[in-house]
Protein backbone atom coordinates (compact mmCIF):
# COMPACT_ATOMS: atom_id res chain seq x y z
CA UNK A 1 0.00 0.00 0.00
CA UNK A 2 0.84 3.30 -0.61
CA UNK A 3 2.90 5.48 2.41
CA UNK A 4 0.16 8.38 3.72
CA UNK A 5 -1.90 8.13 1.29
CA UNK A 6 -4.58 10.33 1.78
CA UNK A 7 -2.89 12.64 3.48
CA UNK A 8 -0.93 13.50 0.65
CA UNK A 9 -4.33 12.77 -1.26
CA UNK A 10 -5.80 15.46 0.61
CA UNK A 11 -2.85 18.55 0.81
CA UNK A 12 -3.15 17.85 -2.87
CA UNK A 13 -6.60 18.27 -3.03
CA UNK A 14 -6.56 21.39 -0.93
CA UNK A 15 -4.35 22.91 -3.92
CA UNK A 16 -5.51 21.92 -6.91
CA UNK A 17 -8.57 20.28 -6.79
CA UNK A 18 -11.97 21.28 -7.27
CA UNK A 19 -14.23 23.52 -4.82
CA UNK A 20 -16.45 25.71 -6.89
CA UNK A 21 -19.08 22.75 -8.28
CA UNK A 22 -22.77 23.98 -7.56
CA UNK A 23 -23.37 20.93 -5.97
CA UNK A 24 -20.64 20.94 -3.50
CA UNK A 25 -21.32 20.91 0.26
CA UNK A 26 -25.08 21.42 -0.41
CA UNK A 27 -26.38 18.10 1.37
CA UNK A 28 -27.48 14.59 0.62
CA UNK A 29 -29.98 15.45 -2.39
CA UNK A 30 -27.76 17.59 -4.08
CA UNK A 31 -25.28 15.04 -3.91
CA UNK A 32 -27.50 12.31 -4.96
CA UNK A 33 -28.84 14.79 -7.89
CA UNK A 34 -25.39 15.52 -9.61
CA UNK A 35 -24.25 11.84 -8.66
CA UNK A 36 -27.19 10.47 -10.84
CA UNK A 37 -26.72 13.28 -13.31
CA UNK A 38 -23.10 12.65 -13.93
CA UNK A 39 -23.32 9.18 -14.75
CA UNK A 40 -22.36 9.19 -18.10
CA UNK A 41 -22.30 12.66 -18.60
CA UNK A 42 -19.76 15.33 -18.29
CA UNK A 43 -19.44 17.72 -15.72
CA UNK A 44 -19.50 20.76 -17.96
CA UNK A 45 -22.56 19.56 -19.68
CA UNK A 46 -24.19 18.52 -15.85
CA UNK A 47 -24.04 21.56 -14.26
CA UNK A 48 -26.47 24.15 -16.20
CA UNK A 49 -28.82 20.67 -15.82
CA UNK A 50 -28.26 20.60 -12.33
CA UNK A 51 -28.87 24.06 -11.11
CA UNK A 52 -32.23 23.96 -13.44
CA UNK A 53 -33.06 20.80 -12.02
CA UNK A 54 -32.61 22.20 -8.14
CA UNK A 55 -34.28 25.58 -9.25
CA UNK A 56 -38.22 23.33 -9.99
CA UNK A 57 -36.86 20.54 -7.33
CA UNK A 58 -35.62 22.15 -4.40
CA UNK A 59 -36.49 18.98 -2.18
CA UNK A 60 -37.30 15.29 -2.13
CA UNK A 61 -40.84 16.52 -1.87
CA UNK A 62 -41.24 18.88 -4.63
CA UNK A 63 -39.46 16.15 -6.90
CA UNK A 64 -41.94 13.03 -5.39
CA UNK A 65 -44.76 15.24 -5.94
CA UNK A 66 -43.86 16.32 -9.95
CA UNK A 67 -45.44 14.29 -12.62
CA UNK A 68 -43.07 12.26 -14.52
CA UNK A 69 -43.50 14.47 -17.80
CA UNK A 70 -42.58 17.53 -15.66
CA UNK A 71 -39.11 15.66 -14.37
CA UNK A 72 -38.29 14.06 -18.05
CA UNK A 73 -38.88 17.91 -19.44
CA UNK A 74 -35.93 18.79 -17.29
CA UNK A 75 -34.22 15.49 -18.14
CA UNK A 76 -34.35 16.42 -21.94
CA UNK A 77 -30.83 16.53 -23.35
CA UNK A 78 -28.87 15.02 -20.62
CA UNK A 79 -30.01 11.36 -22.36
CA UNK A 80 -30.01 7.63 -20.67
CA UNK A 81 -33.51 8.97 -19.11
CA UNK A 82 -34.19 5.74 -17.35
CA UNK A 83 -31.49 8.11 -14.79
CA UNK A 84 -34.61 10.19 -14.88
CA UNK A 85 -37.35 7.87 -14.49
CA UNK A 86 -35.37 5.97 -11.33
CA UNK A 87 -34.60 9.29 -9.77
CA UNK A 88 -38.68 10.17 -9.27
CA UNK A 89 -39.01 6.94 -8.48
CA UNK A 90 -36.44 6.62 -5.93
CA UNK A 91 -37.58 10.13 -4.42
CA UNK A 92 -41.60 8.51 -4.31
CA UNK A 93 -40.06 5.30 -2.04
CA UNK A 94 -38.29 7.52 0.45
CA UNK A 95 -41.22 10.12 0.99
CA UNK A 96 -43.35 7.34 1.77
CA UNK A 97 -40.86 4.67 3.61
CA UNK A 98 -38.19 6.93 4.79
CA UNK A 99 -40.02 9.58 5.95
CA UNK A 100 -38.55 12.20 3.70
CA UNK A 101 -34.83 11.54 4.70
CA UNK A 102 -32.92 9.99 2.83
CA UNK A 103 -30.78 6.85 4.33
CA UNK A 104 -27.74 6.88 6.37
CA UNK A 105 -27.34 3.02 5.41
CA UNK A 106 -25.36 1.73 2.56
CA UNK A 107 -27.52 -1.25 2.53
CA UNK A 108 -31.18 0.96 2.84
CA UNK A 109 -29.53 3.31 -0.50
CA UNK A 110 -28.39 0.84 -2.59
CA UNK A 111 -32.33 -0.27 -2.60
CA UNK A 112 -33.51 2.60 -4.01
CA UNK A 113 -34.06 2.27 -7.65
CA UNK A 114 -30.87 3.67 -9.77
CA UNK A 115 -28.72 3.76 -6.84
CA UNK A 116 -25.36 1.33 -6.96
CA UNK A 117 -22.94 0.56 -4.22
CA UNK A 118 -20.42 3.39 -5.77
CA UNK A 119 -23.39 6.08 -5.81
CA UNK A 120 -24.12 5.20 -2.33
CA UNK A 121 -20.63 5.64 -0.92
CA UNK A 122 -20.81 9.11 -2.74
CA UNK A 123 -23.91 10.01 -0.96
CA UNK A 124 -22.64 8.67 2.38
CA UNK A 125 -19.57 10.39 1.90
CA UNK A 126 -20.38 13.28 0.08
CA UNK A 127 -23.56 14.17 1.94
CA UNK A 128 -23.21 13.35 5.26
CA UNK A 129 -19.96 13.61 5.58
CA UNK A 130 -20.12 9.71 6.88
CA UNK A 131 -17.59 7.22 5.43
CA UNK A 132 -18.46 5.94 1.98
CA UNK A 133 -16.52 4.40 -0.58
CA UNK A 134 -16.47 5.10 -4.23
CA UNK A 135 -15.51 3.21 -7.55
CA UNK A 136 -16.42 5.32 -10.71
CA UNK A 137 -14.80 5.65 -13.69
CA UNK A 138 -12.26 8.36 -12.87
CA UNK A 139 -11.63 6.25 -9.42
CA UNK A 140 -10.86 3.45 -11.45
CA UNK A 141 -8.63 4.63 -13.58
CA UNK A 142 -6.27 5.92 -11.22
CA UNK A 143 -6.05 2.18 -8.97
CA UNK A 144 -5.46 0.17 -12.30
CA UNK A 145 -2.44 2.82 -13.09
CA UNK A 146 -1.80 3.02 -9.23
CA UNK A 147 -1.36 -0.68 -9.23
CA UNK A 148 -1.07 -2.21 -12.68
CA UNK A 149 -4.47 -4.25 -12.71
CA UNK A 150 -5.31 -5.67 -15.83
CA UNK A 151 -7.80 -6.83 -17.82
CA UNK A 152 -11.41 -5.72 -18.42
CA UNK A 153 -12.16 -3.56 -15.10
CA UNK A 154 -16.24 -4.54 -15.24
CA UNK A 155 -15.24 -8.04 -14.24
CA UNK A 156 -15.36 -10.26 -11.12
CA UNK A 157 -12.07 -10.27 -10.44
CA UNK A 158 -11.07 -7.02 -11.07
CA UNK A 159 -14.15 -5.39 -9.34
CA UNK A 160 -12.93 -7.66 -6.23
CA UNK A 161 -9.84 -6.08 -6.31
CA UNK A 162 -10.71 -2.49 -7.09
CA UNK A 163 -13.03 -2.65 -4.38
CA UNK A 164 -10.75 -3.99 -1.60
CA UNK A 165 -8.47 -1.52 -2.65
CA UNK A 166 -10.98 1.42 -2.46
CA UNK A 167 -11.79 0.46 0.67
CA UNK A 168 -8.33 0.05 2.48
CA UNK A 169 -7.52 3.21 0.89
CA UNK A 170 -10.59 5.10 1.93
CA UNK A 171 -10.07 6.87 5.61
CA UNK A 172 -12.16 5.66 8.48
CA UNK A 173 -13.46 8.65 9.84
CA UNK A 174 -16.23 10.66 8.20
CA UNK A 175 -14.75 14.00 7.25
CA UNK A 176 -11.44 12.60 6.03
CA UNK A 177 -13.29 9.93 3.88
CA UNK A 178 -15.27 13.22 2.40
CA UNK A 179 -11.94 14.94 1.30
CA UNK A 180 -10.65 11.90 0.11
CA UNK A 181 -13.74 11.00 -1.89
CA UNK A 182 -13.98 14.20 -3.83
CA UNK A 183 -10.03 14.78 -4.21
CA UNK A 184 -10.19 10.80 -5.94
CA UNK A 185 -12.79 11.73 -8.03
CA UNK A 186 -10.55 15.74 -8.63
CA UNK A 187 -7.32 13.42 -9.45
CA UNK A 188 -9.00 11.37 -12.11
CA UNK A 189 -10.73 13.96 -13.74
CA UNK A 190 -8.02 16.58 -13.66
CA UNK A 191 -4.75 14.68 -13.74
CA UNK A 192 -4.83 10.73 -14.35
CA UNK A 193 -6.79 11.38 -17.44
CA UNK A 194 -7.60 9.18 -20.07
CA UNK A 195 -6.37 10.62 -22.69
CA UNK A 196 -3.10 12.87 -21.88
CA UNK A 197 -3.00 12.49 -18.45
CA UNK A 198 -0.27 14.65 -16.37
CA UNK A 199 1.39 12.33 -14.83
CA UNK A 200 4.14 15.14 -14.18
CA UNK A 201 1.41 17.04 -12.11
CA UNK A 202 0.58 13.70 -10.09
CA UNK A 203 1.11 13.62 -6.13
CA UNK A 204 1.86 9.37 -7.26
CA UNK A 205 3.79 9.97 -10.00
CA UNK A 206 6.53 7.67 -8.07
CA UNK A 207 4.40 5.50 -6.54
CA UNK A 208 2.58 4.52 -10.05
CA UNK A 209 3.05 1.44 -10.87
CA UNK A 210 2.32 1.94 -14.53
CA UNK A 211 4.33 5.25 -14.25
CA UNK A 212 7.46 3.94 -13.37
CA UNK A 213 6.95 0.66 -16.20
CA UNK A 214 6.34 3.83 -18.84
CA UNK A 215 2.95 2.12 -19.30
CA UNK A 216 0.12 4.72 -17.95
CA UNK A 217 -1.29 4.51 -21.87
CA UNK A 218 -1.29 0.56 -21.22
CA UNK A 219 -4.23 0.84 -18.44
CA UNK A 220 -6.86 0.38 -17.80
CA UNK A 221 -7.27 -1.44 -20.74
CA UNK A 222 -9.43 -0.36 -23.44
CA UNK A 223 -12.92 -2.19 -23.42
CA UNK A 224 -13.45 -4.27 -26.90
CA UNK A 225 -16.30 -1.85 -28.81
CA UNK A 226 -18.75 -3.20 -30.56
CA UNK A 227 -19.89 -2.18 -33.79
CA UNK A 228 -23.18 0.03 -33.95
CA UNK A 229 -25.26 -1.15 -36.59
CA UNK A 230 -26.90 1.48 -38.53
CA UNK A 231 -30.50 2.59 -38.80
CA UNK A 232 -32.44 5.48 -40.75
CA UNK A 233 -35.62 7.08 -38.57
CA UNK A 234 -38.42 8.37 -40.29
CA UNK A 235 -39.68 11.62 -38.23
CA UNK A 236 -43.42 12.28 -39.95
CA UNK A 237 -44.33 15.91 -37.74
CA UNK A 238 -47.59 16.46 -38.95
CA UNK A 239 -49.04 20.00 -38.37
CA UNK A 240 -52.71 21.19 -38.66
CA UNK A 241 -54.33 24.15 -39.89
CA UNK A 242 -53.31 25.78 -36.87
CA UNK A 243 -49.68 25.42 -37.05
CA UNK A 244 -50.04 22.81 -34.25
CA UNK A 245 -47.32 19.58 -34.29
CA UNK A 246 -48.99 16.10 -33.09
CA UNK A 247 -46.88 15.00 -29.92
CA UNK A 248 -46.63 11.51 -29.39
CA UNK A 249 -45.37 10.10 -25.94
CA UNK A 250 -43.02 7.21 -26.50
CA UNK A 251 -43.17 3.96 -24.10
CA UNK A 252 -41.52 4.52 -20.54
CA UNK A 253 -39.09 1.26 -21.92
CA UNK A 254 -37.09 1.65 -25.06
CA UNK A 255 -35.35 4.63 -26.52
CA UNK A 256 -36.67 8.01 -25.08
CA UNK A 257 -38.88 6.44 -22.96
CA UNK A 258 -41.53 8.82 -21.50
CA UNK A 259 -40.42 11.86 -23.54
CA UNK A 260 -42.52 13.09 -26.50
CA UNK A 261 -42.32 13.02 -30.25
CA UNK A 262 -43.70 13.36 -33.46
CA UNK A 263 -44.21 9.49 -35.30
CA UNK A 264 -41.05 8.12 -35.76
CA UNK A 265 -40.65 5.07 -38.19
CA UNK A 266 -38.33 2.64 -39.75
CA UNK A 267 -39.48 4.22 -43.33
CA UNK A 268 -42.13 6.04 -44.81
CA UNK A 269 -44.04 2.97 -46.11
CA UNK A 270 -44.49 1.38 -42.67
CA UNK A 271 -45.73 5.64 -41.80
CA UNK A 272 -47.85 5.66 -44.75
CA UNK A 273 -50.13 2.65 -43.12
CA UNK A 274 -51.03 4.50 -40.09
CA UNK A 275 -52.13 7.66 -42.55
CA UNK A 276 -54.32 5.98 -45.25
CA UNK A 277 -57.45 7.40 -44.07
CA UNK A 278 -56.03 11.15 -43.42
CA UNK A 279 -56.24 14.21 -45.69
CA UNK A 280 -52.48 15.30 -46.52
CA UNK A 281 -53.01 18.66 -47.67
CA UNK A 282 -48.78 19.21 -48.51
CA UNK A 283 -45.81 17.01 -47.72
CA UNK A 284 -42.07 18.64 -47.23
CA UNK A 285 -38.94 16.94 -46.62
CA UNK A 286 -37.56 19.38 -43.83
CA UNK A 287 -33.97 17.73 -43.81
CA UNK A 288 -32.02 15.54 -41.25
CA UNK A 289 -29.29 14.84 -38.98
CA UNK A 290 -27.47 11.73 -37.40
CA UNK A 291 -27.51 11.10 -33.89
CA UNK A 292 -25.46 8.15 -31.95
CA UNK A 293 -26.71 6.30 -28.97
CA UNK A 294 -24.46 3.84 -26.48
CA UNK A 295 -25.59 0.88 -28.99
CA UNK A 296 -26.99 2.39 -32.38
CA UNK A 297 -26.18 5.18 -34.98
CA UNK A 298 -29.18 6.44 -37.03
CA UNK A 299 -30.27 8.56 -39.61
CA UNK A 300 -33.52 10.58 -38.84
CA UNK A 301 -35.49 12.03 -41.54
CA UNK A 302 -37.88 14.97 -41.33
CA UNK A 303 -40.81 15.30 -42.69
CA UNK A 304 -43.58 17.55 -42.47
CA UNK A 305 -46.78 16.68 -43.54
CA UNK A 306 -50.29 19.11 -43.05
CA UNK A 307 -53.25 17.84 -42.17
CA UNK A 308 -56.70 18.42 -40.69
CA UNK A 309 -56.82 17.61 -36.94
CA UNK A 310 -60.02 16.15 -37.32
CA UNK A 311 -59.01 13.27 -39.19
CA UNK A 312 -56.56 11.97 -36.65
CA UNK A 313 -58.77 11.54 -33.07
CA UNK A 314 -57.43 10.58 -29.83
CA UNK A 315 -53.92 9.81 -29.78
CA UNK A 316 -51.04 12.44 -28.59
CA UNK A 317 -51.80 15.89 -28.43
CA UNK A 318 -51.48 19.09 -30.42
CA UNK A 319 -48.97 21.89 -29.36
CA UNK A 320 -47.04 24.67 -31.24
CA UNK A 321 -43.51 23.69 -31.23
CA UNK A 322 -42.37 27.12 -29.07
CA UNK A 323 -45.31 26.21 -26.54
CA UNK A 324 -44.65 22.52 -25.77
CA UNK A 325 -43.47 22.32 -22.47
CA UNK A 326 -42.51 18.22 -21.97
CA UNK A 327 -39.63 16.67 -22.56
CA UNK A 328 -38.73 16.48 -26.04
CA UNK A 329 -35.42 14.64 -27.17
CA UNK A 330 -32.93 16.62 -27.87
CA UNK A 331 -32.32 15.78 -31.66
CA UNK A 332 -36.30 15.91 -32.46
CA UNK A 333 -35.62 19.60 -31.40
CA UNK A 334 -33.22 20.65 -33.59
CA UNK A 335 -34.80 19.11 -36.14
CA UNK A 336 -38.34 20.51 -35.08
CA UNK A 337 -36.58 24.03 -34.90
CA UNK A 338 -35.16 23.84 -38.32
CA UNK A 339 -31.57 23.01 -36.96
CA UNK A 340 -31.39 19.82 -39.28
CA UNK A 341 -30.50 20.78 -42.95
CA UNK A 342 -30.93 19.06 -46.00
CA UNK A 343 -27.09 17.89 -46.22
CA UNK A 344 -26.45 18.93 -43.16
CA UNK A 345 -25.00 15.99 -40.91
CA UNK A 346 -24.57 15.95 -37.58
CA UNK A 347 -22.28 14.01 -35.66
CA UNK A 348 -20.74 12.45 -32.56
CA UNK A 349 -17.05 14.52 -33.07
CA UNK A 350 -14.76 12.21 -31.44
CA UNK A 351 -12.40 15.28 -31.33
CA UNK A 352 -14.61 17.56 -29.37
CA UNK A 353 -16.42 15.19 -27.51
CA UNK A 354 -19.93 16.89 -28.74
CA UNK A 355 -22.41 16.91 -31.62
CA UNK A 356 -21.24 19.00 -34.57
CA UNK A 357 -21.90 19.33 -38.50
CA UNK A 358 -20.00 16.48 -40.32
CA UNK A 359 -18.29 16.71 -43.49
CA UNK A 360 -20.49 16.59 -46.68
CA UNK A 361 -18.53 13.59 -48.19
CA UNK A 362 -15.40 11.16 -46.87
CA UNK A 363 -12.31 13.43 -47.41
CA UNK A 364 -10.28 10.32 -48.23
CA UNK A 365 -10.98 6.97 -49.84
CA UNK A 366 -11.41 4.16 -48.28
CA UNK A 367 -11.91 2.88 -44.94
CA UNK A 368 -10.14 5.88 -43.59
CA UNK A 369 -11.99 8.54 -44.96
CA UNK A 370 -15.36 6.67 -43.87
CA UNK A 371 -14.21 6.66 -40.52
CA UNK A 372 -13.71 10.42 -40.56
CA UNK A 373 -16.82 11.02 -42.37
CA UNK A 374 -18.85 9.31 -39.94
CA UNK A 375 -16.94 10.55 -36.44
CA UNK A 376 -15.25 13.56 -37.21
CA UNK A 377 -16.60 17.05 -37.63
CA UNK A 378 -16.17 19.41 -40.32
CA UNK A 379 -14.89 21.87 -37.55
CA UNK A 380 -11.90 18.94 -36.58
CA UNK A 381 -11.18 18.22 -40.17
CA UNK A 382 -10.59 22.19 -41.00
CA UNK A 383 -8.85 22.31 -37.83
CA UNK A 384 -6.66 19.02 -39.13
CA UNK A 385 -5.39 20.38 -42.12
CA UNK A 386 -4.36 23.78 -40.75
CA UNK A 387 -2.27 21.67 -38.91
CA UNK A 388 -1.17 19.60 -41.19
CA UNK A 389 -0.30 22.35 -43.27
CA UNK A 390 1.96 23.65 -40.22
CA UNK A 391 4.23 20.12 -39.72
CA UNK A 392 4.49 20.53 -43.66
CA UNK A 393 6.05 23.34 -43.35
CA UNK A 394 8.14 23.07 -39.89
CA UNK A 395 9.57 20.02 -41.22
CA UNK A 396 10.00 20.56 -45.12
CA UNK A 397 7.50 17.30 -45.51
CA UNK A 398 7.42 15.98 -48.92
CA UNK A 399 4.11 14.79 -50.15
CA UNK A 400 5.71 12.70 -52.79
CA UNK A 401 7.72 10.65 -49.79
CA UNK A 402 5.91 7.89 -48.22
CA UNK A 403 7.67 8.38 -45.21
CA UNK A 404 6.48 12.23 -44.96
CA UNK A 405 2.89 10.12 -45.55
CA UNK A 406 2.92 7.52 -43.09
CA UNK A 407 3.94 10.02 -40.18
CA UNK A 408 0.82 12.67 -41.58
CA UNK A 409 -1.14 9.83 -41.15
CA UNK A 410 -0.06 8.77 -37.44
CA UNK A 411 -0.12 12.23 -36.52
CA UNK A 412 -4.20 12.66 -37.95
CA UNK A 413 -4.69 10.17 -35.91
CA UNK A 414 -3.38 11.29 -32.97
CA UNK A 415 -4.54 14.91 -33.83
CA UNK A 416 -8.32 13.43 -33.77
CA UNK A 417 -7.61 11.50 -30.55
CA UNK A 418 -6.27 14.68 -28.24
CA UNK A 419 -2.87 12.51 -28.31
CA UNK A 420 0.42 13.89 -27.52
CA UNK A 421 2.24 14.55 -30.89
CA UNK A 422 5.00 12.73 -32.21
CA UNK A 423 7.77 15.21 -34.10
CA UNK A 424 10.09 13.32 -37.16
CA UNK A 425 13.54 13.31 -35.35
CA UNK A 426 15.86 13.29 -38.19
CA UNK A 427 14.09 13.82 -41.38
CA UNK A 428 15.65 14.56 -44.53
CA UNK A 429 13.17 15.46 -47.42
CA UNK A 430 13.99 13.06 -50.59
CA UNK A 431 16.41 14.72 -52.96
CA UNK A 432 14.26 16.08 -55.92
Given at each position: MIENFSERLAVWQKQYGRHELPWQRQGAYATWISEIMLQQTQVQVVIPYFQNFMKEFPTISDLASASLDSVLAHWAGLGYYSRARNLHNAAKI??????????????????????????????????????????????????????????????????????????????????????????????????????????????????????????????????????????????????????ETLFLQRPLEGIWGGLYTPHIGSS???????????????????????????????????????????????????????RFQKGVPAPID??????????????????????????????????????????????AWKEWQNNQTMLINEHRLSLMDPDARKFLTQEMHRFFDNQEYAKPEGYVPPSS
Open positions: IVSDHHCEIPKDLDLLIQLPGIGRSTAGAILSLGFGLRGVIQDGNVRRVLSRLFCIHGDLSKATAQKTLWELADQLTPKSGPDAYIHTQAMMDLGSIVCRRSKPACQRCPFADDCQANQRGEVSLFPKPKRVKQRPDETWVVLQLENERDLSKIGEHLKTVDVLEAEYQGELSHAFSHLKVRLEHYKLKVHSQDIAGIGMWRPIDRLLNGRGFYMTRIVFCRKYQQELPGLPVPPLPGAVGLNIFENISEK
